[in-house]
Every structure is written in C-alpha cells, then in structure tokens.
C-alpha cells in the first residue's frame, strides 16, 4: 500500500499570505496525486487532480506541483475563505489513500 | 448538474448489517468508477471501495475487505455498499463519490452530502 504523509498537520497564516502544503508518498504515485478542500461539516471539493491540473471552477490561486513521490499544494494569497482542513489523496493503485489532512486557520 | 444522494445510514449494533445507497443523476452513470469514502467524527478521510462502471471490477480497503460489498445497478443509476458484520470502528459519515473522468479511478470530482453510519450497543 502507498502511505501519504502530509506536513504540517495544522498551520495559522494570514490574509495574503503565501501557504504550502506538502506530501510524501511512501512509493512512486506516477503523478496520481489530487488535492481536495474540505469545510466543517461539508463534502470535500477537489482542487487539483494529476499532480498540477486546477479543478473546473477553483480559484487560480490554488496550485500544485511535484512528482515521484513528492507534491506540494500552494495558495499563492491566501483568502478568508481558504480556512479549512486539506488532504492529498493517492489514485496510483489501490488501496487508494489519503493523506491525514492539514488544518488550515486564518490569522 | 450532477448530483449523487445517499441514504441508509442508521444506527445499528455491533455485528449488524447494513445497506447504503447513493442515487446518481445528471450524468451517465454506467460511464464511471464510483467511490466509498468514510469519515469517522472528527478524523481525517478514509477510502472504502471503488467499482467500474460496469461493475465487474472492484477494491476494497483491508479494512472492510470480506464485510463490505460496494455495487451497481446502472438502470437505476444508483450505487450500493452492503456492510455486514459491522463494527464499532465502523462508524462514520459515508461518502460516494463520481469519478472526475470515465477513466478515472481513482480521482473524485463530484461527492454526495454524506450519510452517518452509527454502529453502538
């Protein structure tokens, strides 16, 4: 099973700010990694799939980047309403995984 | 406009079985790989199966492997996870989850609002 391990598991930032997110996979993922944004109480939403491609619909702020084993997910200005929890998710193979999330709190 | 609805979710005794359900519309359904994804209170996200969209290929998490059945009936457009010898560990807010294209396995672009599962004596 491909382990995602995600960093940092919580952050505080400010409006404006620049925020990275990352994620280490425990085998090569070919790429098969996607993001997704989840608010209390809701369904998450997806922001990136395939390592780098923004989802129909989400801000151009949210970005992401890597390969092999190693993704990042980056705010370039960080917004009021980016406060939530973040997971990167592995579809290389199965069992497919996530990450353990990143709670992310406005300042 | 894609929408998947599930229903279900109960509260029900260690050992007991269950039937989620997940109505799809506004797309194809026997086009995509859908998905189970739980969320236990206040836990991260945990993947449960995924299915093709003919339903003859299937995964399951070690978890749920040999008590959970995740399938299909593109008639009705609607997905099914069958949970039997349920556990306490098992509770959570169960997901469904599209497919982000009708090749994607694994990517999940559209999700339902969720229905929770209490297993508890």
New interface residues.
Partial sequence: ?IQMTQSPSSLSASVGDRVTITCRASQNTRG?V?W?Q?KAGK????LI??TSNL?SGVPSRFSGSGSGTDFTLTISSLQPEDSA?Y?C????S????????TRLEIK | EVQLVESGGDLVQPGGSLRLSCAASGFTFSNYWMQWVRQAPGKGLVWVSRLNGDGSTSNYADSVKGRFTISRDNAKSTLYLQMNSLKDEDTAVYYCGRGCFSDSTGCVAHWGQGTLVTVSS
């Fill in positions: 099973d098969y996607n997704y989840q369904a998450p939403n997806l799939w395939t989802q929890t997971y998710q592995q579809s290389s199965a069992p497919i995984t996530f990450g353990q999330g």
